[in-house]
C-alpha cells in the first residue's frame, strides 16, 4: 500500500483517539492519579500503597502528622524522589493518562509540567529577572529577548510581585524578603507553564502577613493550575484548599471535601488529628 499524506482529518481522528480524560464521580477531570504508591528507603517503607486523586484547577492539601510520608508522596507526583539514591517508587502515577514513571518520560518535561516550590525559599544566585527566566530559557520557550520579557513580567504579575520588583529586576534574588522570595520562587515556577504545581509547605517560613499573601495567591493560581500543597497548618488547609488527604504511617486514611475532613471525618484517626490529639 502506497503511503499517503496525513491528512486534516487524519489528525482530528488521532486527537479524537486519544482517551478521554478521567473524571471523578462528580464529572470532575482527574489531573493526576496515583495508584498502590509505594515508596521505600533502602528497605524501609515509606508509603504503603496509596491511592490518590488530583482534580484539575482544584487545591489539593496533603496533612497529617510529622514522618507520615505527605512530601514522599509530593515528590512522587514530578519524580523529585528520582534524585534520593535509596528511594524506589511502586505503584502508578497518571498525568492526565501519561504513565509518568514510563522510562520513555523526559523527567525534564515532566518537572515543567508539574512544577514545585520548596519549604524554604530558595532563589537561585541571580538576578530577579534570572531567576524567572531560567526555566523559560531551559525549556527554549522565547525566540528572542522581547518574549522572555514578556514570559517574565507576566510570571511576576502572576505572582502577585511584578509591582514590588519591576524597578529593580537586575538585582540578586536573595536580596528580597522572604515572602518575596516565596513569590520568586512561585513566579519562576509559573514562569514554564506547568499544569500542576506542588507545593511543600510553601508558607512555614514565612510570617503572618507574607503568609497571607501566598495564600492568596494560591486561590488565584488554581484557576490556571492543578495544586497540591503540603501543610502542617489546619487553618491553612481549610483556607486554601477544596479537597484534602489525611495520611497517617505511610498511608492514605482519608479524602474527600475539605469542609467534610475537618466538620465531619469519617475516620477516628482523622478526628484525633484535627482535634489535636496527635501530631
Ligand atoms: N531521604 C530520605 N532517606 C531516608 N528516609 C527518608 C527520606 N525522606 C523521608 N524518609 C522517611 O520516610 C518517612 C516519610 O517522610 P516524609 O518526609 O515524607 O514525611 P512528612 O509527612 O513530609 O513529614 P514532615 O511533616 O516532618 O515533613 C519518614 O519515616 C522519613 O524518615
Ligand atoms: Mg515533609
Known amino acids: 500500500m502506497a503511503l499517503e499524506m496525513t491528512t486534516d482529518t487524519d489528525r482530528e481522528m488521532n486527537v479524537s483517539l486519544r482517551p478521554p480524560a478521567a473524571v471523578s464521580a462528580e464529572g ?7 495508584r498502590d504508591v509505594k515508596v521505600f528507603y533502602a ?3 515509606a508509603l504503603h500503597g496509596v491511592d490518590l486523586d488530583i482534580r484539575k484547577n482544584q487545591v489539593t492539601a496533603l496533612i497529617g502528622p510529622s514522618g507520615c510520608g505527605k512530601s514522599t508522596f509530593l515528590r512522587c507526583l514530578n519524580r523529585m524522589n528520582d534524585t534520593i539514591d535509596i528511594c524506589r517508587v511502586e505503584g502508578d ?22 512544577g514545585m516550590v520548596f519549604q524554604k525559599p530558595n532563589p537561585f544566585p541571580k538576578s530577579i529577572f534570572e531567576n524567572v527566566a531560567y526555566g523559560a530559557r531551559i525549556h527554549g520557550l522565547a525566540q528572542n529577548k522581547a518574549e522572555l520579557e514578556e514570559i517574565v513580567a507576566r510570571a511576576l504579575q502572576r505572582a502577585g510581585l511584578f509591582e514590588e520588583v519591576k524597578d529593580r529586576l537586575d538585582e540578586p534574588g536573595t536580596g528580597l524578603s ?31 502577613i507574607a503568609t497571607a499573601k501566598v495564600e492568596e495567591l494560591i486561590d ?42 475537618f466538620t465531619n471525618p469519617k475516620d477516628q484517626r482523622t478526628q484525633d488529628y484535627i482535634t489535636g490529639r496527635f501530631g
Open 93 to 114: 502515577i497518571l498525568l492526565d493518562n501519561d504513565d509518568i514513571y514510563d522510562p520513555r518520560i523526559d523527567v525534564v518535561e515532566l518537572r515543567a509540567r508539574v
Open 43 to 45: 528497605d524501609k517503607q
Open 178 to 208: 522572604g515572602g518575596q522570595q516565596q513569590r520568586l520562587c512561585i513566579a519562576r515556577a509559573i514562569a514554564v507553564s506547568p499544569e500542576v504545581i506542588l507545593m511543600d509547605e510553601p508558607c512555614s517560613a514565612l510570617d503572618p
Open 28 to 34: 470532575e477531570t482527574l489531573k493526576m492519579r496515583g
Open 220 to 261: 488565584e493560581l488554581r484557576q490556571n493550575y492543578t495544586i497540591v500543597i503540603v501543610t502542617h497548618s489546619m487553618q491553612q488547609a481549610a483556607r486554601v484548599s477544596q479537597r484534602t488527604a489525611f495520611f497517617h504511617l505511610g498511608k492514605l486514611v482519608e479524602e474527600g471535601l475539605t469542609n467534610d475532613i
